[in-house]
Nanobody, 115 residues
Framework: QVQLVQSGGGLVQAGGSLRLSCVAS??????????MAWYRQAPGKQRELVAN???????KYADSVKGRFIISRDNARNMVDLQMNSLKPEDTAVYYC???????WGQGTQVTVSS
């Protein structure tokens, strides 16, 4: 059994930064083999992939966040982070971490960027 627990959401002014963390617990002995990702969903919109990091530490980003967001992982801590810089109001959404290609999702955390 795997649980993904998120932290770090909140309210930030436009141009500011915020860091989200996601820690896996339970049967995490294979965490280093998992591809991990961050998704977000704004009201009235489809959930979209924000960033992905593979088990080989390769990263991909949505065009909308390239150059501003950084995904990273710390396998020793079973953790994946999303550093969000130069935040914009359009980044406002509920953010979810996920073991990609799986049914394992974090609980979601609200990120609100004020103008």
């Amino acid at each position: 059994q795997v649980q993904l627990v998120q932290s770090g959401g909140g309210l930030v002014q436009a141009g500011g930064s915020l860091r989200l963390s996601c820690v896996a617990s339970g049967r995490t002995f294979a965490f280093s083999n998992w591809d991990m990702a961050w998704y977000r969903q704004a009201p009235g919109k489809q959930r979209e992939l924000v960033a992905n990091i593979t088990n080989a530490f390769r990263t991909k980003y949505a065009d909308s966040v390239k150059g501003r967001f950084i995904i990273s992982r710390d396998n020793a801590r079973n953790m994946v982070d999303l550093q969000m810089n130069s935040l914009k109001p359009e980044d406002t959404a509920v953010y979810y971490c996920r073991r990609d290609y799986s049914a394992f999702w974090g609980q979601g955390t609200q990120v609100t960027v004020s103008s």
